[in-house]
């Protein structure tokens, strides 16, 4: 049983015959989608050196591509959202439902959801998650089931957030509100504080990762689909100039050059840009300023949802979830994430 049609609709053109009955149905309405060929930013091969040498404490440099290692493996069919909490806990979303993940790999349920799918840190210790709700675009067409919601470690589930279709990933922005995509839509929303939800930007096709510079000054936006009917995917990476944190228009940074679906990303305190390309099984690491790419991991199908390691876990890795497989990847690249806002 396919429960997450996000898998169902990568399994469509993926062409996993175990799973293909979950695309059943597929009802891609593909309102003014455009196909629109022109991916760019060929062979752009940057090979090391991004950004003005060492910002961090000493920096050792790793030799790319880094081989991921298995925390978890074999537990779960899929996984997708991960982030830690303001305590440095992890969690990932896994077969439909929040897990808490110890440094040894052990796992314990956090909370029986429905159909979730991009985390992020809140506060003290809160999860948000995107939750796409009983009704997907890939089973039902457009609708506006999904939410936001707020677990925090005890299991309490909040719902802070509805009226959102398929939402995909969670940015925290620095004054406390939200940016929400919807990889079904050209929508990102934003999310008050109080709750309130409106468009923050219309344009970009099937907006998923996103994080924002470290001045403030950009937002970087992974896109997934090209289309929707027929399944087309994306492998470009976007970025919208803010000005006082409202978007401007969005230009194509790069674009990851396989197979596409790019899907969540994740900055280092260098302000480099990693991204999930998911059908292309691969970690791109972007250079802000040129669009630059570098070959940080390969060989991780399904590759989901990134963020670095906090608290007792290793700083200078990458923790990623894995869509098709349900695997927890640690990939250690010896580079500390960004601040993350919470
Ligand atoms: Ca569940
Ligand atoms: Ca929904
Ligand atoms: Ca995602």
Redesign the pocket.
């Known amino acids: 049983m396919c429960t997450n049609p996000w898998v169902a609709a990568i399994t469509l053109v993926v062409g996993l015959g175990a799973m293909a009955a979950c695309s059943d149905d597929q009802k891609a309405d593909n309102g003014g989608v455009q196909p629109d060929g022109g991916a760019g930013a060929g062979g752009a091969d940057a090979g090391g050196g991004a950004g003005g040498g060492d910002a961090g404490a000493d920096a050792p440099m790793v030799t790319l591509p880094v081989k991921a290692n298995e925390l978890v493996s074999g537990q779960f069919a899929q996984s997708e959202g991960i982030a830690f909490n303001g305590e440095g806990r992890l969690f990932v979303v896994a077969d439909?439902?929040l897990w808490e993940v110890k440094p040894d790999g052990s796992t314990s349920m956090v909370a029986?959801?429905?159909n979730p799918v991009g985390l992020a840190s809140r506060g003290k210790d809160e999860i948000l998650v995107a939750e796409f709700g009983d009704k997907t675009f890939t089973k039902d067409g457009m609708n506006d089931d999904g939410s936001v919601l707020s677990v925090t470690p005890d299991g309490t589930v909040t719902t802070i957030a509805t009226g959102i279709g398929d939402p995909n990933f969670i940015h925290v922005r620095k004054d406390g509100t939200l940016l929400v995509s919807d990889d079904f839509t050209d929508k990102i929303y934003e999310v008050a504080t109080d709750g309130t939800v409106s468009t923050f930007l219309q344009g970009i096709q099937s907006p998923n990762g996103m994080v924002e510079s470290l001045d403030g000054n950009d937002l970087f936006v992974a896109q997934t689909f090209t289309m929707l009917d027929p399944l087309t995917f994306d492998d470009r990476l976007w970025r919208v100039p803010l000005t006082s944190g409202a978007p401007g228009t969005p230009v194509e940074l790069g674009a990851t050059g396989g197979a596409g679906a790019n899907d969540g990303v994740a900055m280092d305190a260098q302000g480099r840009i990693y991204v999930a390309e998911n059908v292309g099984a691969s970690v791109w690491r972007f250079d802000p300023k040129t669009g630059d790419k570098e070959l940080v991991v390969d060989m991780v199908g399904g590759v989901a949802s990134l963020a670095f390691g906090e608290g007792d876990f290793n700083a200078t890795s990458i923790y990623a979830t894995n869509l098709f497989g349900g695997k927890v990847w640690e990939i250690p690249i010896d580079v500390a994430g960004a601040p993350v806002n919470r």
């Open positions: 439909t439902d029986d959801l429905t």
